[in-house]
C-alpha cells in the first residue's frame, strides 16, 4: 500500500512536483501567451526551473474543474422582468492532424487530383482547423428602443435635431464557455444547462441571440423543445445589414453617396418588422436597374436572406419589449478568447492544450479565476489527500 503523509494533508502539498503556486502562475501565463513565454515568465519570477511542457502540463490539470465549479456555483438573483439572454458563435483553431475532427481529416485526406505540392490550388481549403464552439449567458434589464435609435432617419430635415438615442439592454453576470473538444450541439446543451441553473422555473424572457447559422438555430430549437423552453430567436442585426451593404454596392456606382441613405432607410423597413417587405424592395430596385434574377450574388442573398430568416427578424417586437438586437458579446468573445490567443502566429494546437486554454481564458473572462482557484485546490485536497483516508463518524 502506498504510504500516508498526514503532515503533507495539511499543507495540502499538491501531487506533482509543482506548488500550487507555481501551477496557479503557469494557468495565468498560459491563458495570456504562448506556452514558451509563460515558462520564461514563470522561471523569472519563481525560479522553478519549469519547461515548455511542463507549462502545457500545469494549464491542462488546472483547468481540469472549471465544469465543475460552475456547476456548483450559486447564480445571482433576479427578478422574473430581468432578460435572459443567451448566444453562441463558432470560431475554427488550427489544429494538427491528429485532433482534427473525423470528417475534416477524411476531407483532407481525399484531397487529390491537380493539387499542387507547394501551394494550395484554386478553391482548396486547408483542411486543417477544428470548430471551436463558445457560448454565453447574461442577465439583462429590459430597455425599450424604436428605430430612430438604432438607426437615424437619412430622411429628416436639415434643420430638424436627431433626438437622443437611447441605450440598449446592458450586460451583467456574464459567463462565457468555450470548448475545441465538444461539439456544437453539446457547447449548446451546455449553455442551456447553465441558463437553466439561473432560471429553473423558466419564470423570465429567454432571448437567444445568433448569427444566422441554420445549424445553429436547429440546435437551438432543439433544446429548446427537449426542455419545454419557449425561446426567442434574434437574428443580430449588423449579419443583416452587412447583406444590405452587398446589395447595395450592386444597385449603386463606385463613390455615389446615396448609397448610406439606401442602406439606411431598407434598414428601417427592417426594424420596423418588414423583412419580407424590404426583399421585395430590393429585387424591385435590381429588376429597375435591369438586374435579372440570378445575375448577381449581392442580390440574390440579400434576398434570399431576408425572405428564408424573416421568422428571427423581428426587431419590431424586440424593440418594444427591451430585447438586445446584436451579438456583440459573443462575437468579441470569439476574438478575445480564441483569435487573441489560440490563432497567433504559427500556432498548431493539440487537442488538449487548445481546450485548457480556451476554458481558461473563458473563466479568466468572466472575472471567476481566483474564485475558481481556491475551489480547485480544495478538489485537489479531496483527490491527493482526504480521498486516500478512511474517515469514521
Known amino acids: 500500500?502506498?504510504?500516508?503523509?498526514?503532515?503533507?494533508?495539511?499543507?495540502?502539498?499538491?501531487?506533482?512536483?509543482?506548488?500550487?503556486?507555481?501551477?496557479?502562475?503557469?494557468?495565468?501565463?498560459?491563458?495570456?501567451?504562448?506556452?514558451?513565454?509563460?515558462?520564461?515568465?514563470?522561471?523569472?519570477?519563481?525560479?522553478?526551473?519549469?519547461?515548455?511542457?511542463?507549462?502545457?502540463?500545469?494549464?491542462?490539470?488546472?483547468?481540469?474543474?472549471?465544469?465543475?465549479?460552475?456547476?456548483?456555483?450559486?447564480?445571482?438573483?433576479?427578478?422574473?422582468?430581468?432578460?435572459?439572454?443567451?448566444?453562441?458563435?463558432?470560431?475554427?483553431?488550427?489544429?494538427?492532424?491528429?485532433?482534427?475532427?473525423?470528417?475534416?481529416?477524411?476531407?483532407?485526406?481525399?484531397?487529390?487530383?491537380?493539387?499542387?505540392?507547394?501551394?494550395?490550388?484554386?478553391?482548396?481549403?486547408?483542411?486543417?482547423?477544428?470548430?471551436?464552439?463558445?457560448?454565453?449567458?447574461?442577465?439583462?434589464?429590459?430597455?425599450?428602443?424604436?428605430?430612430?435609435?438604432?438607426?437615424?432617419?437619412?430622411?429628416?430635415?436639415?434643420?430638424?435635431?436627431?433626438?437622443?438615442?437611447?441605450?440598449?439592454?446592458?450586460?451583467?453576470?456574464?459567463?462565457?464557455?468555450?470548448?475545441?473538444?465538444?461539439?456544437?450541439?453539446?457547447?449548446?446543451a451546455a449553455v442551456f444547462d447553465q441558463a437553466e441553473h439561473r432560471d429553473p422555473e423558466h419564470a423570465r424572457t429567454w432571448v437567444v441571440l445568433v448569427d444566422g447559422a441554420p445549424h445553429q438555430i436547429d440546435l437551438i430549437n432543439e433544446q429548446a423543445a427537449a426542455r419545454g423552453i419557449g425561446v426567442h430567436i434574434v437574428i443580430d442585426i449588423i449579419h443583416v445589414l452587412e447583406y444590405l451593404w452587398g446589395a447595395a454596392h450592386a444597385l449603386h456606382a463606385t463613390g455615389d453617396k446615396t448609397i448610406e441613405a439606401w442602406v439606411a432607410r431598407v434598414g428601417r423597413t427592417i426594424l420596423a418588422g418588414g423583412a419580407v417587405q424590404a426583399a421585395e424592395q430590393i429585387r424591385e430596385a435590381a429588376t429597375a436597374a435591369g438586374i435579372a434574377v440570378g445575375n448577381n450574388k449581392g442580390i440574390d442573398d440579400a434576398v434570399a436572406y431576408l425572405t428564408n430568416k424573416a421568422a428571427y427578424l423581428r426587431y419590431d417586437t424586440a424593440l418594444a419589449a427591451g430585447w438586445p438586437i446584436a451579438t456583440g458579446i459573443i462575437e468579441g468573445a470569439c476574438r478575445h478568447l480564441v483569435k487573441d490567443r489560440l490563432d497567433i502566429t504559427g500556432a498548431r494546437w493539440g487537442l488538449a492544450g487548445a481546450e485548457a486554454v480556451l476554458k481558461l481564458r473563458a473563466l479568466r473572462s468572466n472575472g471567476d479565476f481566483d474564485a475558481y482557484w481556491t475551489w480547485h485546490e480544495e478538489q485537489e485536497f479531496t483527490r491527493n489527500h482526504q480521498a486516500r483516508y478512511r474517515l469514521t463518524a
Not at 490550388?121 to 425599450?144: C, F, H, I, Q, W
Open 1 to 188: 500500500m502506498a504510504d500516508l503523509h498526514p503532515a503533507d494533508a495539511v499543507l495540502n502539498m499538491p501531487g506533482g512536483m509543482y506548488s500550487h503556486g507555481v501551477a496557479k502562475l503557469a494557468a495565468i501565463e498560459a491563458a495570456r501567451g504562448s506556452f514558451a513565454e509563460a515558462a520564461k515568465r514563470v522561471n523569472a519570477l519563481t525560479g522553478a526551473g519549469v519547461g515548455y511542457r511542463q507549462v502545457l502540463e500545469l494549464a491542462v490539470d488546472a483547468a481540469a474543474d472549471i465544469d465543475a465549479f460552475y456547476d456548483a456555483l450559486v447564480p445571482a438573483p433576479c427578478t422574473t422582468q430581468t432578460l435572459q439572454v443567451l448566444s453562441v458563435d463558432g470560431k475554427g483553431v488550427v489544429i494538427r492532424p491528429e485532433a482534427l475532427r473525423e470528417a475534416t481529416a477524411k476531407a483532407a485526406a481525399a484531397k487529390g487530383g491537380n493539387k499542387l505540392d507547394k501551394r494550395l490550388s484554386s478553391g482548396e481549403k486547408n483542411g486543417r482547423k477544428r470548430m471551436a464552439t463558445l457560448g454565453t449567458v447574461y442577465d439583462a434589464e429590459p430597455a425599450v428602443r424604436g428605430i430612430d435609435d438604432v438607426i437615424a432617419d437619412p430622411d429628416r430635415a436639415g434643420g430638424e435635431v436627431d433626438p437622443e438615442r437611447r441605450k440598449g439592454p446592458k450586460a451583467r453576470s456574464k459567463w462565457l464557455c468555450g470548448s475545441v473538444n465538444d461539439t456544437a450541439a453539446e457547447v449548446v
